[in-house]
C-alpha cells in the first residue's frame, strides 16, 4: 500500500507559477513511478506528468510540455510539480497518482492516488 498526499494548491492569476508537493509514505517509494493528473469540472481526469522512480525520466503532456516541471527527492519521499506560466485551462483538480511499473499515461494504469488538490488560475 502507498498513500499520497498532495499539498500545495491554491488561486493564481494567468501567468502565475505554483508548486505542488506529494508526500508519499508505505512501500518502498522509490520502486514506484510518480505522476500527476488533473480533472476539471465536466471532464475526464487526465494526465499532465509522470516521473520514474529513479528520477531518470519524465514524461509530459503537450498541453504542459515546457510550463510544467516534475522532479522528486527519494530520501524525503517527495514528487514536486512546478507548474509555470498558468493558464485559466490548468484550473483543476490535481492528483498524484502511483503505479509500479514505468512512464505510465492512463489513469486506469496507476494503484494509488492522493485525494487531489485544487488548482485555480484566474484570468
Known amino acids: 500500500q502507498v498513500h499520497l498526499i498532495e499539498t500545495g494548491g491554491g488561486l493564481v492569476q494567468t501567468g502565475g507559477s505554483l508548486r505542488l508537493s506529494c508526500v508519499a509514505s508505505?512501500?518502498?517509494?522509490?520502486?514506484?513511478?510518480l505522476a500527476w493528473f488533473r480533472q476539471a469540472p465536466g471532464k475526464e481526469r487526465e494526465f499532465v506528468a509522470v516521473?520514474?522512480?529513479?528520477?531518470?525520466?519524465?514524461l509530459y503532456s503537450e498541453s504542459v510540455k515546457g510550463r510544467f516541471f516534475i522532479s522528486r527527492d527519494n530520501a524525503n519521499n517527495t514528487a514536486i510539480l512546478q507548474m509555470n506560466s498558468l493558464e485559466p485551462e490548468d484550473t483543476a483538480v490535481y492528483y498524484c497518482?502511483?503505479?509500479?511499473?514505468?512512464?505510465?499515461?492512463?489513469?486506469?494504469?496507476?494503484?494509488?492516488w492522493g485525494q487531489g488538490t485544487q488548482v485555480t488560475v484566474s484570468s
Open positions: 516521473i520514474s522512480g529513479n528520477g531518470a525520466s519524465t
Open positions: 497518482a502511483a503505479n509500479h511499473w514505468t512512464l505510465l499515461v492512463r489513469p486506469a494504469s496507476y494503484d494509488y
Open positions: 508505505g512501500r518502498t517509494v522509490r520502486d514506484y513511478a
